[in-house]
């Protein structure tokens, strides 16, 4: 099957853009990704390919969605500790225990599934279950199993971790 696509792009580009506008609410960032969807089908072609741009223009934003809500994140754990440390400077001992603390709280949270991380990680950044469901593309009623479930798996690990650290300074 042979693609017109100078047709298709001119065709499907301007709805495409009006879609992910829709999701990224961003005018540059929605032509950066319909770009970047069409690059995409030209190095690979597919055999739908007004279709598979949609699909893959979609993902393309959620990935973005999801990079932006990581780098929200850590710019509000930067800004947390910078307020917190020019307030009360913590004691050496206290600073320890809270290194302690966060260590052992990236190493839990490193050994959980990828979902478990993820849904704890979206509740976290203040996404309800609705949003965490599309996000993920789980049903909305399963979400809060899950998050209880992966709260029940990221307190066990940390629980691990603590014990682990004990013997290891006993011998």
Request: charged letters at 35%; proline letters at 4%; zero cysteines.
């Amino acid at each position: 099957m042979s693609i017109d696509w100078s047709e298709l792009y001119r065709t499907t580009f301007p709805e495409l853009v009006r879609f992910l506008h829709r999701k990224v609410w961003d005018p540059d960032q929605a032509r950066d990704l319909a770009q970047e969807a069409f690059v995409r089908a030209l190095r690979d072609p597919p055999e739908r390919p007004r279709a598979w741009l949609f699909r893959v223009a979609a993902n393309l934003a959620r990935d973005e969605a999801r990079t932006a809500l990581r780098r929200k994140r850590h710019l509000t754990l930067l800004v947390t500790e910078a307020h917190v440390t020019r307030e009360v400077a913590p004691t050496p001992s206290e600073e320890m225990d809270r290194a302690r603390h966060r260590e052992r709280l990236r190493t839990a949270l490193a050994s959980l599934s990828e979902r478990d991380r993820e849904v704890l990680l979206l509740k976290e950044a203040g996404l309800s279950y609705t949003e965490i469901a599309e996000e993920t593309g789980l049903a909305a009623g399963a979400v809060g199993t899950t998050l209880a479930r992966a709260r029940r798996r990221l307190k066990d690990a940390y629980e691990a971790g603590h014990e682990e650290e004990n013997d290891a300074a006993r011998g």
